[in-house]
Every structure is written in structure tokens, then in C-alpha cells.
């Protein structure tokens, strides 16, 4: 079963940190985390935006990353295989960056929403100006 955690989520000032944390059961190839801006909620998945990505082999060695081009150079993914977790690392953060995000995970790595069949409950991120 596919079971998708996040935590890590917190209050923060501008050009503050966070690292992001989604731990799984069982995973597609493909994890990646999504930013959900505040007052959408009610849009649901569809309103949710990629900010980062991982394609991840069956034998978890090769690991291939795409990122939103507003948090390129700001915000690292990575892959614990050992330890079933995918990192958000989000250095000098601005208010734009509030949100909630959320994990998922599906067989191919895209842009839309509605290709990830897993989602995690999310963790709330706001950044302080």
C-alpha cells in the first residue's frame, strides 16, 4: 500500500530554511512535492503546482531532478532509499513560498496534478516578510 507522510512544515522569516520531509511505504518511480498557495484549498489537487521532482530506478541508484523555475537554485530534492524518505531542502525562502505542501508519487514525473495517483495530507509553510 502507498502511504505518503510529510512533515517538517513551520513558520519561518524571509531568507530562512527548511528542509521538508515525505516518508513512504511504498513508492511509484516518480516523487515529487507540491505547493498549494494559500486560499485554493478548496480547488483541491488541480490548483496544486510542481516545485520539485525525482525519478527514481527500481534499484533506486540513479536519480534524475527537475525543478519549478522559481525555487531553481533555492530548493534541493533528494532520495534516502534506506530510509524511505524524500528531502525538500528550501534555503533563503520569501513569502511567495508560503503554502502547503504536499508529496505524491506516480509512475512518470509531470507537470500535472492529476497524473500523481498518491498524495500525502500535506504540512503547512509560511514565510514571514
Known amino acids: 500500500q502507498v502511504r505518503l507522510v510529510e512533515s517538517g512544515g513551520g513558520s519561518v522569516q524571509a531568507g530562512g530554511t527548511l528542509t521538508l520531509s515525505c516518508r513512504y511505504d511504498?513508492?511509484?518511480?516518480?516523487m515529487a512535492w507540491f505547493r498549494q498557495a494559500p486560499g485554493r484549498e478548496r480547488e483541491g489537487a488541480a490548483s496544486r503546482e510542481v516545485v520539485a521532482s525525482i525519478f527514481i530506478t527500481h534499484t533506486g541508484d540513479s536519480e534524475t531532478t527537475n525543478y519549478a523555475d522559481s525555487v531553481k537554485g533555492r530548493f534541493t530534492i533528494s532520495h534516502d532509499n534506506g530510509e524511505r524518505t524524500v528531502y525538500l531542502q528550501m534555503n533563503n525562502l520569501t513569502p511567495a513560498d508560503t503554502g502547503m505542501y504536499y508529496c505524491a508519487t506516480s509512475w512518470f514525473c509531470d507537470w500535472a496534478p492529476s497524473q500523481y495517483n498518491f498524495w500525502g495530507p500535506g504540512t503547512q509553510v509560511t514565510v514571514g516578510g
Open positions: 511504498h513508492r511509484r518511480s516518480c
